[in-house]
């Protein structure tokens, strides 16, 4: 941290974060000191993790971020129609797009002003004073895109659309839609400012269709976030270089390539309905153990799964044995109440990256009917998109598709 980032901290640190940055926000306080007394107390910086949210994430790479990147707390997720086909307008917004989003990752301005006050300010402005909290955006298309951009000839053959699944309730408007953006950051206003002054940016050539936000238990040291139903969520995935080629990055010489395929599930979870259910049934719809998180039989998280020790329609068993392995980065919602019941409106976004959509496919269609997990959610949304490789510099969101 250079001096001046220091200074500008200092002034922006509330009086908690200040007392935790001088050392003494943990055990000064729980000691009982206060005030003045409280400064008294020994330094604690070696045993304290403090976030600034300082930390950044490149935009530019060979693949795009937010899709390996470890989890940020927030995400704000929309999806969008086109109404307009004109390819230089759409080249144009992918170009406004990139440019856009490298400054927001970096907290920045999409755009510095003049002086003119009769304009609108080009930047939204509500994250003046905040940083970038490890913002990635993370962009891609849907099979109605290439169709309504005339590009259908270079849908990958592996690009087929999800098959009806057994059960799902899907609503019109948590689906279809021609282009994804996924924004996530360890700040929820960082992460819709960034959607926000994407859209804004587009409006002569895309409208919002539907969006999410959603928020994920993502503390300092890094567990596995529990979901609503107070699992832990994401042991199984992979965390390592080695692991993402096999599972995440499409295999592929066209536009694809670095790239990875993106489905989406909008969740519903009827917290009423488990929160009436058992310890031993709700363990039992997964075959891991609450508290733990260890697989039935084994008493750590990370213990390998021995799937005879499963229920057979546990969630887990059912999604393990396919063996086709996704990338799961899913995050909770919860939107006010559901009119029709009475409850909490709130679920899982379910998000996974795979190197190829029939690795969801094959995992869906086995979980169908058949998990015990379907007695407390139902799926509503619905979406499959690919997103691109990276963006080297000086090159745009898309290129490839567009240009070669
Ligand atoms: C509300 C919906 C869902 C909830 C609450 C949920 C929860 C969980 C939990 C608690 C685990 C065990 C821990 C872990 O490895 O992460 C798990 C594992 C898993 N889930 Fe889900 N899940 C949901 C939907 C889905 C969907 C839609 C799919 C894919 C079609 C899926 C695929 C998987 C896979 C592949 C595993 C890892 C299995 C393994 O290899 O051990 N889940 N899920």
């Not at 926000?25 to 910086?45: C, I, K, Q």
Request: aromatic fraction near 10%.
């Amino acid at each position: 941290m250079t001096k001046k980032d220091e200074n500008f901290f200092e002034k922006k640190m509330d009086r908690r974060e200040f007392l935790k940055k001088a050392g003494i926000g943990g055990a000064g306080l729980a000691l009982g000191l206060s005030g003045a007394s409280a400064f008294l107390a020994p330094r604690l910086d070696k045993q304290e993790k403090i976030s600034y949210g300082n930390e950044k994430i490149d935009f530019y790479g060979k693949h795009q971020a937010g899709i390996t990147t470890p989890m940020q707390k927030n995400i704000y997720f929309v999806v969008l129609d086109l109404h307009t086909t004109d390819k230089d307008k759409i080249i144009q917004l992918f170009k406004d797009w990139t440019d856009y989003s490298s400054k927001l990752v970096e907290g920045e301005l999409v755009k510095k002003d003049g002086q003119n006050a009769l304009l609108p300010p080009s930047d939204t402005g509500e994250t003046v004073g905040l940083n970038p909290h490890r913002l990635t955006l993370t962009f891609g298309v849907s099979a109605s895109f290439l169709k309504k951009m005339n590009l259908e000839q270079k849908r990958p053959q592996l690009f087929k659309d999800l098959p009806p699944f057994p059960k799902e309730q899907l609503r019109e408007k948590y689906t279809g839609g021609d282009i994804v953006i996924q924004a996530c950051a360890d700040d929820e206003q960082v992460a819709f400012h960034a959607i926000r002054n994407l859209i804004r940016k587009g409006r002569n050539a895309v409208t919002l269709r539907w969006s999410q936000s959603g928020f994920a238990a993502i503390g300092d040291r890094l567990e596995t976030p529990r979901n609503l139903f107070g699992f832990k969520d994401g042991t199984a995935n992979v965390t390592k270089e080695k692991d993402f080629d096999r599972v995440v990055w499409a295999d592929s010489k066209d536009w694809m390539q670095n790239g990875s395929y993106m489905a989406v599930r909008r969740i519903q979870m009827f917290l009423d309905t488990w929160d009436r259910t058992n310890l031993e049934e709700q363990e039992n719809t997964f075959g891991r153990y609450k508290e733990s998180g260890a697989p039935f039989g084994k008493k750590n998280e990370f213990d390998e799964v021995d799937l005879s020790l499963l229920p057979d329609d546990s969630h887990v068993r059912l999604a393990k044995e396919v063996d086709k392995p996704l990338l799961r980065r899913s995050y909770s919602y919860s939107d006010g109440i559901d009119e029709k019941t009475g409850q909490f409106d709130t679920g899982l976004l379910f998000i996974s990256f795979q190197k190829d959509p029939d690795h969801f496919v094959k995992v869906q269609t086995n979980l169908g009917a058949t998990d015990k997990m379907n007695e407390y959610v139902t799926h509503i949304g619905s979406g499959l998109f690919a997103c691109f490789g990276g963006v080297e510099k000086g090159g745009y969101i898309g290129q490839k598709l567009l240009e070669d």
